[in-house]
């Protein structure tokens, strides 16, 4: 948490010394269809996580046809900014950091913490950038990101699946006619308070304590609803 205290301190100061305001970049690789709301929210949780709070003014992105503005017009706009937030360091080069930076910006990269929060236009500090990326689990987090914006923006089930159903063809789930009635009874039943082990009791062993679980947990179920 020190270090994240650093960070923020770090970037709070350029901002207020400057006095101009803040922006952030995402991106969106080819092919993919990430949920940009939850990229926002993503991003503020990691902001949050090293206690840095400042308001965003504008928002730049790539990948994303309602959202005109990409790299190219922020890289334009950058004299007009304190520090420029990157979600990840995908979809911007070294190059493009160098530009910026020589702009007047700070660059901080809300997945690379502990790179820091300020890239310098020298060259050592650029080849020393490629080869510590990884040091805090970049490449980890980046690909555990586009697995969950992968499964947000897809209709195929991912997982066991539960009690009452059974997988089509093309991925998608759908409720088996002899099966669905007693699964529609023990959501009854669970959401009446009953007890999960009275529950099983009655399908007489059909539904184990864990499908319970996971047949509600898929339906969004819970006591009192």
């Avoid at 952030?24 to 949780?45: N, R, S, V």
Wanted: proline letters at 3%; glycine letters at 8%; hydrophobic letters at 40%.
């Amino acid at each position: 948490m020190a270090n994240g205290y650093r960070l923020s301190l770090a970037l709070k100061t350029v901002i207020l010394v400057s006095n101009k305001p803040v922006a952030a970049y995402f991106y969106c690789p080819p092919e993919k269809h990430y949920d940009f709301e939850q990229l926002t929210d993503g991003l503020m949780d990691k902001l949050t996580a090293v206690n840095f709070s400042s308001d965003i003014q504008e928002v730049y992105a790539d990948g994303w046809d309602d959202i005109p503005n990409g790299l190219s017009e922020l890289i334009s706009d950058a004299k007009a900014y304190s520090a420029i937030i990157l979600y990840t360091l995908e979809g911007i080069t070294i190059d493009d950091i160098a530009i910026l930076v020589k702009g007047g910006c700070t660059i901080y990269c809300a997945m690379t913490p502990h790179i820091g929060s300020v890239f310098k236009a020298t060259g050592a500090n650029f080849k020393e950038l490629t080869a510590t990326i990884n040091a805090g689990g970049y490449y980890k987090d980046l690909r555990s990101l586009k697995i969950k914006a992968g499964m947000k923006n897809t209709d195929k089930y991912i997982g066991n699946i539960p009690f009452g159903h059974k997988r089509k063809e093309d991925g998608t789930i759908e409720a088996i006619p002899e099966k669905i009635k007693l699964a529609q009874e023990v959501g009854k039943w669970y959401t009446e308070g009953m007890a999960v082990s009275e529950i099983t009791y009655r399908t007489e062993g059909e539904l184990s304590a864990r499908q319970v679980y996971a047949l509600m947990n898929f339906w969004g179920v819970k006591r009192g609803n």
